[in-house]
């Protein structure tokens, strides 16, 4: 739960972080500030959230990758600089060959 509220605190930032465009703050999108006592975003409220700010900023990518056990959608969001979700694929490479000591040769 906590990581929970530090994630919304933190995309709560990064929505200010870009004044030129308008992110949508949590406190706007589930109707209550983040950490509010007896207040939670379920996760259809979080998913949605998530999917509007993929829309909203360069700097997010939402993916659904597949379901969960109940059938709700199980998403990978990466939150980076535009420059670096454009070569996502190429960082993604690197860090295959860095995890995998098969794919790398020795330098001589």
């Given at each position: 739960?906590k990581?929970?509220?530090?994630a919304?605190?933190?995309?709560?930032?990064?929505?200010?972080?870009?004044?030129?465009?308008?992110?949508?703050?949590?406190?706007e999108?589930?109707?209550f500030?983040?950490?509010?006592?007896?207040?939670?975003?379920d996760?259809?409220?979080?998913?949605?959230?998530?999917?509007?700010?993929?829309?909203?900023?360069?700097r997010i990518?939402?993916e659904?990758?597949?379901?969960?056990?109940?059938?709700?959608p199980?998403?990978?969001?990466?939150?980076?600089?535009?420059e670096n979700?454009?070569n996502l694929?190429?960082?993604l490479?690197?860090?295959?060959k860095?995890?995998?000591?098969?794919?790398?040769?020795?330098?001589?």
């Open positions: 739960m990581r929970l509220i530090v919304l605190l933190l995309l709560s930032n990064f929505a200010f972080a870009a004044p030129a465009k308008q992110i949508t703050s949590p406190t999108a589930f109707g500030q983040p950490g509010t006592d007896r207040k939670l975003a996760w259809k409220e979080l998913t949605a959230y998530y999917q509007k700010l993929s829309t909203e900023s360069d990518r939402y659904e990758v597949g379901k969960t056990t109940e059938g709700r199980f998403v990978v969001l990466t939150i980076s600089a535009a979700l454009a694929d190429h960082y490479e690197i860090q295959k860095l995890a995998d000591p098969r794919l790398t040769k020795p330098r001589s």
